[in-house]
């Protein structure tokens, strides 16, 4: 039993840590801590990498495993262990002895340099370098699986002493000061004050850059409200949600710049005509594609998200959209004869967008509006029994969800003074999709989480260079496998009357009681 | 006076005949029971006259309106509410939300009410709150209305599935196997609420049941389907002692 899974999981550890060293991550931990914790070297970080890879092979064998035992745990430990250390350091050996030989791995594996694997070797011969990592590999392993052996034991024993385990948020109100300001609404409403107030200044602090990056964010917070319309709420599954963006983000720039057209429109007229036109283009792609759902619908809004992009660029309309190039000179905003087209007006700018988005879809979501659109999501069919014209309240869903991107993107063209096809790429569409479900579905904070997760950490984990999108792949991954709900999933509205303590305690035995005596 | 009559309806699915020339008269005000085997068209009937089927043959009159050709959300609008056998919840909305969702077509606010929290709007919702919390005592529920759907236990389904039937004020109320799943006596119970709702609500009950037994007692006129035919209808006694009925349920040979 234990060996069988230690063997299994020594495998697959084998297999993540030799993966790890090819494309050179020990090497990245080994600068990061260097370059965060100030590490005088690098080394520290190479072989912290290797020691929780072991630790993490140890842990997982023991967790797989479901009959209790220390022995078998450290049996599963030590087969893990022993696999995952004898895999990797055959690995080390080859590398080693090929690069002694004077062979350049970098040819095919980029991140193979010398110093790449002198850092694992630490100055050794092949054979011993080998051995020694074997060997770490295999205490860190057998350590892992005797920490968590004790963690589970741990854990049964205070289940068997009928101790429920908490979660974080119930800990936290635990704590009576958290307790006191959750429930207290004007408390809350001071700290909802305070935060803005920290908003509102905030732009005066933080420079350009990131000025520039929180207004980014803004934008998809605005995209991401507008897609949980139609996929959180109406349970419209659309890929082409980029398409009403790149509605906006034209129709600014087409309205406002000087080339191709010779219009140069204010940005505030041009505002609301390409939100308006968004809307309309929602509710003209929303007529085709009505009686589809789900995957069949997934297919077809990616195939017209593409269109969009493609026609922009494409020869026929080069003399209409400006082709391949785009727009330059997009026009920005104007007030009282002042040009306010910098990050820092533009991030106040947003920050309004922001919040009508969020005030338009708190009021949509529990109005007769919003509960038709959940109606559908839940069950179409029985939404129509009810007497939900689906189709109007589909077409409903795209033209406000079409709108919101339609702000975001008329927003977006002016602030970077340019739009062009590059801008309305598949990944946008899949972006605004990833951050509504990494945040939770349905629910205004989660977008906001979301948005901040998304576009907020790609710039924190900027240091990680190449690596950035391994990270975060995995990131996404582990999260989705950890909290697939999403990071602040939707509440439940609490619409029932509170009515007297005593008067409820009754009423609940009763209703069970009913069912005994009722006959 | 009837409130629902069926002259003639027929739905095909490919060569197979589900409802065959299925004459029906519902009087204002009864509790009217279609039973018959399982296959015997009972739900096929239902989904024509809620309009997710249309029929190739025949007429279906409402209150001297035809339903056939009508979108199902217009049919319900004009005051019919069902119920399914495998109950149909909202899952993940809560109970109250639920019969709010019934009340929909009696409710009037669009999209520029709530944007701008019209008054009308907001004296609307407040009415419909109330008379959610009306229903989800009527039917035994208060406690629970904060609850998703999909948490209630499986009893407390049925009744939220029937108060957000009720929550749109229906004239005629499609009920299709309510009493699956229960136990007898619960099944009891239920058939005295559903005498309780005609009564009190003053509407009309059709009611799709396979177990014969259950609906005997409170049913004013029963009607038996056999293969997509009625094969025979009247007074519960009358159609229980039908040779054609029990060679319907029990077989060849015995009657």
Known sequence: MGLRTGIRTGLIAAIVTIFLILIGVHMLMGRLLQSWFYVPAHWPGVWLMVVLLGLWAGSRAVGQMKARSWGNALLAGASAGIIQGALAGAALYLLASITQAG??????????????????????????????????????????????????????????????????????LEIPAVAQVSSNPLSRRVLMGVFMVLLLIAPFF????????????????????????????????????????????????????????????????????????????????????????????????????????????????????????????VGHPVLFGKDIGNEFYFFYFILIGVILAIIITRRLEHSRVGRAWRAMREDEKVAQAMGIYTLKYKLMAFAMGAAMAGFSGAIFASRNSFTGPEDFVLLVSINVLALVIVGGMGSIPGVILGAFVLKGLPEILRELEDYRVLVFGALLVVMMIVRPQGLWPASRPQLERPRPEEEALEEAPAELVEGEVGS | MNILELHGVTKQFGGLVAVSAVDLEVPQGSIFSVIGPNGAGKTTLFNCISGFYRPEAGRIIFDGVSLVGLRPDQIA??????????????????????????????????????????PRTRREEQEALDKAHQLLDFVGLSGYGDMFAHNLPYGQQRRLELARALASEPRLLLLDEPAAGMNPR????????????????????LLIEHDMRVVMGISDIVAVLDFGEKICEGTPQEVRCNPRVIEAYLGKGVA
């Open chain 1, 103 to 172: 062979v350049d791995l970098r040819a095919w594996l980029t991140q193979m340099s010398q110093e790449s694997i002198a850092a694992l070797t630490l100055g050794l011969a092949p054979l011993p370098a080998a051995g020694f990592i074997g060997g770490v590999l295999l205490v860190s392993a057998l350590a892992g699986a005797a920490w968590r052996e004790w963690r589970l034991r741990v854990h049964a024993a205070r289940l068997a002493r009928g101790e429920r385990t908490v979660s974080l948020r119930e800990r936290l």
């Open chain 1, 206 to 329: 933080l420079g350009q850059y990131w000025n520039y990056n929180l207004g980014t964010v803004g934008i998809y917070v605005i995209l991401g409200l507008g897609l949980n319309i139609v996929v959180g709420m109406a349970g419209l599954l659309d890929l082409g949600y980029v398409a009403f963006f790149a509605v906006g983000a034209y129709t600014m720039a087409l309205l406002t710049a000087p080339q191709p057209h010779h219009i140069q429109m204010s940005f505030w007229l041009a505002l609301p005509i390409g939100v308006l036109l968004a809307a309309i283009a929602g509710i003209l792609l929303g007529i085709p594609v009505l009686r589809m759902r789900g995957d069949y619908l997934a297919i077809v809004t990616l195939g017209f998200g593409e269109i969009i992009r493609i026609l922009s660029k494409s020869d026929v309309l080069t003399g209409f959209t400006g082709g391949p190039r785009g727009v330059r000179n």
């Open chain 2, 77 to 118: 609008a004009l005051g019919i509410a069902r119920t399914y056998q495998n109950i149909r919840l909202f899952g993940r909305m809560t109970a109250i939300e639920n019969i709010l969702v019934g009340q929909h077509s009696r409710l009037k606010s669009g999209l520029a009410g709530a944007l701008f929290r019209l």
């Open chain 2, 186 to 205: 619960e099944t009891e119970e239920l058939m005295a609420f559903i005498r309780r709702i005609r009564d009190e609500l003053h509407l009309t009950i």
